[in-house]
T-cell receptor, first 112, second 116 residues
């Protein structure tokens, strides 16, 4: 059974520091992995999607890596800003049907 | 442009009552998903529609939960004989095709359900 784990559960950093968020999954047979951002009282916003054949994806200050064989993904956010404060969730797509399996998330606070 | 919308935004009900939660997906999206998110947890998959049919309902916890999408757009999640453990945020998402491995899902703001 696939399990998705995110460590740490919460993280606080001063503005300007780089953020490193970790995601691990137990079954390497995934179709893709996505990182989402969730703001309080709002839905999820997709940040990056990495196909199972890819090693990384980049968008602006965000970079996500995927090591399928070891069951790990890392989201890097460079030069953090207070507006980056949110909960970050990773999700794997375990089959072709489209459903996602999520980790519990990492709550990030960036202090000015 | 309009995103995924969900109504109501909040619902308070009593144990044993019946509730309906509505999802309006992005226009033209054939795939629709329901998830449930408990406090401090990530969303948990409930059901996936491709058009009008439920392609995967493996996440529905029991037969008190049922969902429909009769015309392939709006979907309703129905919960009978609600229990306090059903309290959670119910999220709806849609995507253009569902089977495309490169496409992402677009989420609505959720319906916060509280069962007293």
């Amino acid at each position: 059974k696939q399990e998705v784990t995110q460590i740490p559960a919460a993280l606080s950093v001063p503005e300007g520091e780089n953020l490193v968020l970790n995601c691990s999954f137990t079954d390497s047979a995934i179709y893709n992995l996505q990182w989402f951002r969730q703001d309080p009282g709002k839905g999820l916003t997709s940040l990056l999607l990495i196909q199972s054949s890819q090693r990384e994806q980049t968008s602006g200050r965000l970079n996500a890596s995927l090591d399928k064989s070891s069951g790990r993904s890392t989201l890097y956010i460079a030069a953090s800003q207070p507006g980056d404060s949110a909960t970050y969730l990773c999700a794997v797509r375990p089959d072709s049907w489209g459903k996602l399996q999520f980790g519990a998330g990492t709550q990030v606070v960036v202090t000015p | 442009g309009a995103g995924v919308s969900q109504t109501p935004s909040n619902k308070v009900t009593e144990k044993g009552k019946y509730v309906e939660l509505r999802c309006d997906p992005i226009s033209g999206h054939t795939a629709l998903y329901w998830y449930r998110q408990s406090l401090g947890q990530g969303p948990e998959f409930l059901i996936y529609f491709q058009g009008t049919g439920a392609a995967d309902d493996s996440g529905l916890p029991n037969d008190r939960f049922f969902a429909v999408r009769p015309e392939g757009s709006v979907s309703t999640l129905k919960i009978q004989r609600t229990e306090r453990g059903d309290s959670a945020v119910y999220l709806c998402a849609s995507s253009r095709f569902g089977g495309d491995l490169q496409e992402t899902q677009y989420f609505g703001p959720g319906t916060r359900l509280l069962v007293l």
